[in-house]
């Protein structure tokens, strides 16, 4: 199975390096060395190397046999989780101090190559060292924030600086649980404004700080129905076609009361994996309105018009709009709606790219630009491919998978906190003209 | 405080701080010590000089602070193996703690120390924890196995581990289970005939059980070891599939995949028939499809499995096309596979859909995704037949953009749709010329050209198209040298009157002025085709050419079946089996797919394709003498498939056998008018002893004669093998002949008897170059008295081995109704040369030095008249292959080499001196052979 593991730092030096085979010696210079061309599996005189990057780091296993990819990577990734749950943040200062912790991990994850565990139910019956913060724990420090589940601009959410904090520090007893719905939307609208292709693939991610805690129940939509054939009751909202649970989920009072419970160990872990294909429940978030003409001889004029289909209430954010643009483009002028949208031409890319920071439900917003292409020929036209999108909508779910509740049982003594949070993504929304 | 500080010392006399700081008394100091030298280690440096010190911090009882010693004599115990001997005693004691924690802390670590004196002290400690009433103890003991085997494999199965090792697969803790199972099946990969993982019905129940309840890592080790498990009938491989479904909806998707490869290999033992089957294949899609919304690395080790799957069983997917539609944001790697998986599940159903697709494709900005786009609705044209129409239109459509690498994409696969589909899309041809200016790549240039030149006789300008071409041709690559004087070439061939010039002109570029083989050749051969004979020529240039095959890239069928084996591991990420890339000997074992259910074939249908046991003839019971002692000891079982070597066991006889060979050398050619019968085995056949001497054999006198052609093998003609007086009235005489490759033993069995005889069977003694009958002795009807029948049996090389005396010798068994009998013959070595025994040159001039003279032997070979390209001419159709010639002094000297069944080489000289009727062979490769080659190759030749 295993023969090294490595974890490196973005320059290639090694923080961690563990030989579980005890035979192979030390072969990753050269690695470093291809790590560039970023491919994912690497072989070198007889050994594969398997990396993946998380927080800056290269985690990395050698294998001389022909094990399974997704064995090791899976592997790498949750190693690379519960690093950032016992250290608290995931970067090269904290593995540097932590580097104890992670040998004695990694002892107890892996013995000889075969991977032994890697949940802190039963690693924490094991583990003798006390994680080091890198800094001391203050609310008020906002700097590192973000959904656990997913990287994202979006700030100014106060409970999530509890993600760089390690699980099992003694400084106080925090009763804090958080629950997070994110979802990935992925779309293809046809040149018509048709909906092509559209799916969605959620997961519901827990991040519990909770010593100790028997059971806790998540409440679904009770309307919730799976698969294509089974519907529940005559106006069925949500609908998933398939789903897939963390191990541990019991799921018998799930198919009458759409109740998942779990025991949640410490640290962060996803309880549920959604997918939704072809049939969204509501309108694609963005319609967008293209027109692309030749001007003068040299100059294409892109008239965009960009509709936001969400609820007047909520807001999409960091909305990016990505139109590729003719070869040899040199200059490009625009008219923008308002003061705090900006558009770029990026020749390298072959690209204009429009950016709207908020975006509000219901709104609707025009562009026109207007680019310089020297030697335009018709066929130049056609070059104006499909446009992309990039945005992220907070508070949103496009399946409409909610959690009704979250109750623990038995009752904690004490206060504890449950957050609650969902967010949309897009993967990758197209548009076609 | 942190632990950052131990990364930043790198002050003199570092190493005299820390040993200062081992050996200080307080604990906390002790452990920051060894944290520093364990940082030290990590970054590289050489902390061994302080093994004593670190090893006297081994006696604790902070369990951290063992952990971290223990981590650190890991490392180095090897290069300080007498020091380590020093923490045996307390592994030892540790092994016995109260703390089941510190006892698996010391096996673990004890069995990763990889000194041989410390190996020795484990093995007791290792039963008890083997035993040990802890799970976490006996599952760390169960790897610790597997360590400790491969440091010494010899002192496991001494030890009886394996036995211990085996009963915890029944262990009642499933993560002790899954380390067994993953232990176990790791040292089954070193010793592949062993039935370590001896699995049967019960203990695959257990695994099942144990599957439910353990950690998804211990998972995937018991799903990779059902894998290897061949179920005795569908049910039950129904059943394991029953229970091993619900793992596909695992979160973890190396789990998933597992799960996949156990139910691909156990579907192929379902009847297509059943329900179940196609239960199983809706059930597989979804986890599949599944795997797809990973990280862009994971999907593609996703993409390269479904790719396989999707070769092997289309149906699990084919209504899934839409998932491998490309997003703009994947990276390339993953949007060629998708594309790749597309095409393989086009079908005529989604096809408008998936060319719709393509098109778009088509469109983006990425030049490579745009280029394998193009291809791909050139292979949907060429997979899906109806839909070539829609494919070309589109195709059309993209030349319109006149983007000048789709352009030019376009016109290699409107190429590749021409061949498909002849006589069919010609129209575009109009459409097709337009662009010819734009296209200044090599393979698209050729592609057009190849179409001008095909379509000639519809193309009104193709000489004025072609000549175009023609104007920069020394500038042009190969390929389009090459395609253009073809395509002129057919051009002349259709409109011979007014492209004459054109065809001489090309001609000449082609063989004056290029200097490039291939092209001068194919020029040379155009030029004397035309010239020689115009009509020929037509029939072969404008010849029809076969139809192009729509699936070229499918993955070879058994390649493709070992690799649905190794499903979700490296080898189907590479599509390379596992022993291309793994070295030694782990995972070299060829796995394969259980045998289809339902197509009339039993599991045992591999044994049916070698000849039977059940054929070969009845037992023969022999009745006395001292050499129907080694018959009763005939193996009856069929032949083995490997030729065992014989070189060891034959040196010894070789120098006696030299006398008798020299002798016979002389007396055995039958051109000499032989009779002299020194040789006990070479009884001059040709006084007529044998009636039933073949026409071949005329032939081969005739050939005597001197006609140049080389003719088939010598056949010596028949000798009386067995004297009807001896053997009942039983007389068999017979010769050996090599035709085709094939050995064959020619018998002549009379009937001297007054009795009818029947039930003929044959049986050889274990023989030299290990001759058996390939088949039964086929005597179909009964022998009536005075009645002789001719028979052919067909020898193989794959009997059973002894060495003889002489070295041909063969003992044979003959049974009918009325007895047994025995009898022995010889035959000719030359029976064996090989037809492939033709040495290459450089080969045969080293190993020709090489030969030490004492293998060296000379013959004289009396009385022939014949030149030496007869002679060498003669003997190629024994296969004996004259290698080189030389002339010296008016003698010719011919080098032969010949090669026997057994693969030894003999290489041999031959001097002719003309007007001398004498023929001297020398040197001879192999001194146990050369006088049996000797005595034998006199009669070839002449």
């Known amino acids: 199975m295993i023969s090294q593991i490595f974890i490196l730092s973005s320059k290639g030096d090694h923080l961690i390096y563990k030989d579980c085979i005890l035979t192979t010696g030390l072969l990753v210079a050269l690695f470093c060395l291809c790590l560039y061309l970023l491919i994912l599996l690497q072989s070198h005189k007889g050994l594969h190397f398997i990396h993946v990057r998380q927080g800056g780091l290269y985690w990395v296993a050698s294998t001389k046999t022909n094990p399974s990819p997704f064995t090791i990577i899976e592997f790498l990734n949750r190693l690379a989780a519960l690093t950032k749950d016992y250290c608290g943040s995931l970067s090269e200062k904290s593995v540097r101090m932590n580097f104890a912790l992670i040998y004695e991990l990694l002892d107890e994850m892996v013995d000889f190559g075969y991977i032994q565990t890697t949940s802190t139910d039963i690693l924490k019956n094991f583990i003798q060292t006390e994680a080091v913060s890198s800094k001391p724990f203050s609310l008020f420090d906002l700097s590192n924030v973000g959904l656990f589940g997913a990287e994202t601009q979006q700030s100014k959410v106060a409970p999530s600086v509890a993600a760089s904090r390690p699980i099992m520090s003694s400084r106080g007893e925090q009763n804090e649980i958080f629950v997070d719905v994110i979802e990935r939307l992925s779309v293809v609208i046809g040149s018509k404004g048709v909906l092509m292709k559209a799916d969605i693939q959620g997961e519901i991610r827990i991040k519990c700080f909770l010593p100790t805690c028997s059971e806790m129940r998540i409440g679904l939509n009770e309307e919730l129905s799976i698969g294509k054939s089974q519907l529940k009751g005559y106006s069925s909202a949500v609908r998933v076609d398939e789903c897939r649970f963390h191990q541990a989920v019991k799921l018998d009072e799930f198919d009458t009361f759409r109740i998942l419970k779990v025991c949640p160990s410490q640290g962060e872990q996803t309880v549920m994996q959604y997918q939704l294909c072809d049939e969204l429940p509501c309108a694609p978030p963005f319609q967008l309105f293209p027109s692309v003409e030749k001007d003068y001889v040299n100059r294409v004029l892109i008239f965009l018009k960009l509709r936001c289909d969400l609820p007047p209430k909520s807001t999409a954010l960091n909305v990016s709009i990505t139109v590729p643009v003719p070869k040899g483009s040199t200059s490009m002028s625009q008219e923008l709606s308002s003061p705090d949208q900006t558009a770029e031409l990026q020749p390298k890319n072959k690209a204009l790219l429009w950016e709207i920071p908020r975006f509000p439900g219901g709104a609707q917003l025009s562009a026109l630009f207007k680019v310089d292409v020297p030697g335009l020929s018709s066929a130049s036209l056609l070059e104006v491919g499909p446009v992309s999108m990039s945005f992220e909508l907070p508070k949103q779910t496009c399946t409409g998978l909610q959690i009704r509740f979250l109750r623990l049982s038995p009752t904690q003594t004490g206060l504890s906190q449950r957050w609650v949070r969902y967010v949309t993504h897009s993967d990758s929304y197209t548009i076609r003209i | ?942």
Not at chain 2, 292 to 312: D, F, G, T, W
Not at chain 2, 427 to 435: D, R
Request: net charge negative; proline share 6%.
């Open chain 2, 1 to 942: 405080m942190t632990d950052s500080k131990y990364f930043t010392t790198t002050k003199k006399g570092e190493i005299f701080e820390l040993k200062a700081e081992l050996n200080s008394d307080k604990k906390e100091k002790k452990k920051e010590a060894v944290k520093k030298v364990i940082a030290s280690m990590t970054v590289g440096k050489d902390v061994s000089a302080l093994f004593p010190d670190v090893v006297n911090c081994m006696q604790t009882d902070n369990l951290e602070l063992k952990k971290l010693v223990y981590l650190y004599l890991m490392n180095y115990a090897k290069s300080q193996p007498d020091m380590a001997i020093m923490a045996v005693n307390t592994f030892v004691k540790d092994c016995e703690d109260l703390n089941p924690l510190i006892r698996a802390l010391a096996v673990r670590t004890m069995g990763c120390i990889r000194v041989d004196k410390i190996t020795e002290y484990l093995c007791e400690p290792l039963r008890k924890c083997l035993k040990d009433e802890d799970p976490y103890v006996r599952k760390t003991a169960a790897v610790c196995v597997a360590k400790l085997h491969d440091i010494n494999a010899q002192l496991v199965e001494d030890q009886g581990f394996l036995d211990t090792l085996k009963d915890l697969i029944s262990d009642s803790n499933p993560m002790v289970v899954a380390n067994a199972v993953a232990a176990l099946s790791e040292i089954a990969e070193s010793h592949p005939n062993s039935n370590l993982l001896d699995l049967n019905p019960q203990t695959i129940n257990k695994l099942l059980t144990a599957l439910n309840e353990c950690t998804e890592w211990g998972q995937i080790f018991i799903l990779d070891c059902l894998a290897s498990y061949l179920p005795r009938d569908d049910r039950e491989s129904q059943s394991i599939c029953e229970r091993v479904t619900p793992r596909l909806s695992h979160a973890n998707s190396a789990v998933v995949l597992s799960a996949v490869k156990v139910l691909m290999k156990f579907m192929e033992m379902l009847p297509k028939d059943l329900d179940y089957y196609g239960t199983l294949l809706k059930k597989l899609a979804p986890p599949l499809v599944t795997l797809l919304s990973a990280e862009p690395e994971l999907q593609y080790v996703a993409l390269r499995n479904i790719n396989l799957i999707v070769q092997k069983r289309p149906e699990i997917l084919k209504h899934e096309m839409k998932v491998f539609f490309v997003k703009y944001n994947d990276p390339i790697y993953v949007k060629l596979e998708k594309l790749d998986i597309m095409i393989r599940l086009a079908s005529q159903a989604n096809i408008a859909q998936v060319l719709a697709e393509l098109k778009e494709y088509a469109t983006e900005v990425d030049v490579d995704f745009v280029r394998k786009a193009v291809r791909a609705i050139g292979r949907c044209a060429i997979k899906v037949e109806q839909s070539a129409e829609r494919c070309v239109s589109t195709l059309l459509d993209l030349i319109q953009t006149k983007v000048n690498y789709v352009v030019q994409e376009a016109i290699v696969v409107i190429k590749d749709i021409f061949r498909k589909y002849p006589n069919k899309y010609e129209s575009v041809i109009a459409t097709l010329c337009e662009n010819l200016d734009s296209l200044d790549e090599p393979e698209a240039r050729a592609a057009m050209i190849w179409i001008v030149g095909e379509y000639a006789e519809r193309i009104d300008n193709a000489d004025e198209l072609l000549e175009s071409f023609l104007e920069g041709f020394h500038d042009e690559s190969t390929q389009v040298q090459l395609q253009l004087l073809t395509a002129i070439v057919k051009l002349f061939l259709k409109k011979p009157t007014e492209t004459q010039e054109l065809v001489q002109q090309v001609l000449s570029l082609a063989t004056q002025d290029s200097d490039n083989p291939d092209l001068r050749d194919r020029g040379y051969i155009y030029w004397r085709l035309l010239s020689t004979d115009p009509v020929a020529a037509k029939e072969v240039v404008l010849a029809e050419k076969p139809l192009i095959s729509e699936e070229t890239d499918l993955i070879e069928p058994t390649l493709l079946e070992e690799l649905i084996c190794h499903i979700g591991t490296l080898a189907s990420v590479y599509h390379k089996p596992p022993s291309a890339f793994v070295e030694g000997s782990r995972g070299v074992q060829h796995k394969r797919l259980p045998p289809r259910a339902g197509s009339g074939e039993s599991t045992e249908s591999p044994d049916v394709g070698q000849s039977g046991p059940s054929e070969a003839p009845p037992a023969v019971i022999p009745s006395q003498g001292d050499l129907l002692g080694d018959l009763l000891n005939l193996d009856l079982a069929p032949p083995t498939a490997t030729v065992p070597s014989v070189q060891p066991s034959m040196q010894m006889g070789a120098m006696d056998l030299l006398g008798g060979g020299l002798d016979s050398l002389v007396c055995s050619s039958p051109a000499m008018g032989a009779g002299l019968g020194a040789a006990p085995a070479a009884m001059p056949a040709s006084l007529g002893s044998a009636p039933a001497v073949g026409g071949g054999l005329g032939d081969l006198f005739d050939l005597g004669g001197g006609v140049g052609m080389p003719t088939g093998s010598y056949v010596a003609p028949k000798t009386v093998w067995l004297l009807a007086m001896k053997a009942k009235g039983l007389e068999i005489s017979g010769t050996f002949a090599r035709r085709g490759g094939i050995i064959q033993m020619d018998l002549s069995l009379t009937n001297k008897a007054m009795s009818v005889m029947t039930d003929f069977a044959i049986q050889f003694n274990r023989n030299s170059f290990g001759l058996a009958p390939a088949g039964p002795l086929q005597v179909l009807t009964p022998l009536s008295p005075n009645q002789t029948i001719d028979v052919s049996l067909p020898l193989s090389t794959s009997g059973p081995v002894m060495k003889m005396e002489p070295l041909n010798n063969l003992q044979v068994a003959v049974k009918n109704n009325i007895d047994v009998f025995y009898f022995s013959c010889q035959y000719p070595l030359s029976l064996l040369f090989v037809e492939d025994g033709k040495m290459d040159r450089q080969v045969f001039l080293a190993t020709w030095k090489d030969i030490p003279n004492d293998n060296e032997a000379q013959f004289q070979i009396k009385d022939i008249h014949l030149n030496s390209d007869v002679a060498s001419n003669k003997l190629q159709g024994s296969n004996i292959f004259t290698i080189a010639k030389r002339t010296v002094e008016g003698q010719d000297m011919l080098y032969q080499s010949v090669k026997l069944t057994n693969g030894i080489w003999v290489l041999a000289e031959m001097r002719i001196q003309t007007g001398n009727p004498n023929y001297t062979w020398m040197c001879w490769r192999r001194p146990h052979v050369r006088e049996c080659v000797s005595q034998n190759d006199s009669p070839v030749i002449s």
